[in-house]
């Protein structure tokens, strides 16, 4: 095996050598031995009125800061380069999937923790060890349609996912199935 980037946890590197009894498939969840082991696939939410995807589509990039959950932390932590997102608008009307991002750059501490002017500032954390990270999002594209909550949770395919069980984590792990799911539902392939 490869070494790990850092927040990865070690896994193969070929994803034939993935298999449901590995390390890798019982530290990482949403991966398993039928999806590239070099892919992981996530959700972010956000409300369209503090940052939609009309304004990632704008900016190209964006840093996904102000995470202050410490479950969704460790999901930023899991995420590398590559991985795909699906953008989520929360408190909308309608609420739902409505575009896909990818992630740019693996986590770093977040500089917001450590500024005491800025919203998210945190006194607790400290530079030499930072409890807060982010990392960076780039525009992939914005889907034909919305695939609403409701959508999502009557489809007997996607009950198990993370945002059907704990609605409120911003930030979270979609499985390859689901992700390629949604976005047939929005009208891609």
Known sequence: MAPSPPGRPAGPTDPAESSAGSLFAATVPHRGPLHNADMAYWLVKSEPCAYSIDDLARDRKTSWEGIRNYQ????LRAMAPG???????????PTGVVG????????????????????????????DNPTWFLVDLAFVEKLPRVVTIEEIKAHPKLKSMVLVKSGRLSVQPVTADEFKLITRLAGKG
């Open 100 to 127: 896909v991002a990818k992630v740019a750059k693996a986590a770093y501490p977040d500089p917001a923790a450590f500024d005491p002017n800025h919203e998210y500032f945190d006194p607790k954390s400290k530079r």
């Open 72 to 75: 969704a932390r460790n999901n």
């Open 83 to 93: 991985d795909l997102v699906l953008f989520y608008h929360s408190s909308a009307k």
